[in-house]
């Protein structure tokens, strides 16, 4: 199925995975709204635990944490959009192709 609709289009497999994963009936938002709680439901303890005991040192540590996950977070779109952009392209190229190859050929008189 999957070599079957990549004809002409010749994803790679990350282009796939994120084609299928995009397509799949299973909503992925629950599953991201965790991970992301379990990254920063302790970052955000732990800011409050420092400033509740006054430790500087923890409210700071806490600060550095949540700013390497936004980092993280902002590399980790940057890389997807390249891979979202990839997968554009292939598809306009592909229509393009399929027009021209469609269009009728019209000779001079």
Do not use: H
Request: aromatic content about 10%; proline content about 5%.
């Amino acid at each position: 199925m999957q070599d079957e609709a990549n004809r002409g289009l010749d994803f790679t497999q990350e282009e796939w995975a994120i084609i299928l994963s995009l397509s799949s009936s299973s909503p992925a938002t629950a599953g991201r709204a965790g991970w992301y709680a379990s990254i920063l439901c302790p970052i955000a303890l732990f800011c409050a635990y420092g400033s509740w005991r006054r430790e500087i040192t923890a409210v700071e540590m806490a600060f550095a944490c949540l700013l390497g996950c936004v980092l993280w977070s902002i590399v980790a779109e940057l890389r997807s959009s390249q891979v979202y952009r990839s997968i554009c392209r292939k598809i306009v190229a592909f229509k393009e192709a399929r027009e021209r190859s469609s269009a009728p050929e019209i000779s001079p008189p």
